[in-house]
């Protein structure tokens, strides 16, 4: 599979005069100006929908009004398929569903996991700050129930293929994040149904939990070339997605702090939480694995020795692609356990 290096050194220079001071910019990502323009330059090129190893792409508008829309992967299966619901990284600032990175490890992963992918474009910040992208999962759920329950022609090409009694969510980075708070919306306190639909487990890529004390990783960590996350862009990723006033230990950033709900009290399914070694985020990733067994939750652990944050969609090295292949294979193993 080939994967995209991340460069944050590429840029874009106009406009900037146009939009008074820059007030918030991660170099080659995002650039905030003061009167609230926002530029996301072109980094990574996207892909267009085709068949890539036997796997059918299509993009499907969820709700026209929040411009929400999915990518959904099918693979050519003759048995019905788990349903994978995907979000992206990205900080909750950047990122698409098109992303050719993305395009890529999703298609790979329907192809060699045998599931249905619903990798989700949900709304960004700063202009949408959370929780506007946990809206976007708990919509996209929605819509997938109501889909399923009618049986609309146009949709047939996949949700005839889907077993909706295996629904997992997943994502990588920040999507992890919104994959969880998904999960504890849609499963937990509420008791919300969201039935044919089961939810069977969570799969959590380096989930983007942060706090306001540091961790020693966060501190010290030592990084391979072009890090997608160091701590200067983790602080500014959260000053941009959080509500306004809100610091590192709002629950959304940090599940684990004392205003959060204990994890005991939520109703979970099982949980995979995939961690690399050299990101700045492996001692936060594993204090919440920690913490969720310690609440009687069941979860596997997955560790990734010498890669960092987003090594499965941002770094081509031969090094990279094995463990995304060994990943890949543990993806697998989850989804039909």
């Known amino acids: ?51 890539t190893n036997g796997v059918v792409s299509k993009d499907v508008a969820i709700e026209k009004f929040t411009n929400l829309w999915t990518r959904i992967y099918v693979p050519s299966y003759s048995s019905k398929m788990p349903l994978l619901v995907y979000f992206h990284g990205g900080g909750f600032c950047v990122g698409s569903a098109s992303w050719r990175c993305y395009h890529e490890f999703l298609a790979a992963l329907a192809s060699k996991a045998g599931c249905i992918i619903l990798s989700l474009n949900y709304r960004l910040a700063p202009e949408n700050r959370l929780p506007a992208a946990y809206d976007d999962g708990i919509n996209t ?8 329950r009618n049986g609309a022609n146009e949709h047939k090409w996949w949700l005839n293929q889907c077993r909706f009694s295996s629904l997992f969510l997943a994502g990588d980075s920040a999507g992890a994040n919104i994959a969880y708070n998904v999960a504890i919306r849609s499963y937990g306190i509420s008791g919300s149904s969201i039935k044919p639909l089961i939810l069977k487990g969570i799969i959590l890529i380096q989930p983007f939990f942060g706090g306001e004390e540091r961790t020693i990783s966060e501190m010290h960590a030592t990084q391979p070339p072009n890090s997608a996350l160091t701590l200067s862009v983790f602080d500014t990723y959260w000053r941009l997605s959080l509500p306004l006033g809100a610091n590192r ?15 005991r009290e939520l109703k979970l ?8 070694e050299m990101d ?44 995304t292949q060994e990943m890949m294979s543990h993806l697998k193993a989850f989804i039909n356990q």
Not at 285 to 309: I, P
Request: charged share 20%; with cysteine; aromatic share 8%.
């Open 1 to 51: 599979m080939a994967a995209i290096s991340f460069n944050p050194r590429l840029n874009v220079q106009g406009g900037r005069k146009n939009h008074g001071v820059v007030v918030e910019e991660i170099e080659g990502l995002i650039r905030i100006y003061g009167d609230g323009h926002v530029e996301r330059p072109p980094i990574i090129p996207s892909a267009t929908c085709m068949i």
């Open 141 to 148: 759920l929605m819509w997938v129930k109501q889909e399923a």
């Open 249 to 263: 230990d709002h629950p959304w950033c940090n599940p684990l702090a004392e205003r959060a709900t204990t994890l």
């Open 269 to 276: 399914p099982g949980a995979m939480v995939c961690i690399s």
């Open 280 to 323: 700045i985020l492996k001692d936060r990733n594993l204090e919440f694995c920690n913490a969720l067994a310690s609440a009687g939750k069941w979860v596997e652990t997955r560790m990734y020795k010498g890669v960092g944050h987003a090594f499965q969609i941002l770094h081509n090295s031969q090094f990279s692609q094995i463990r």
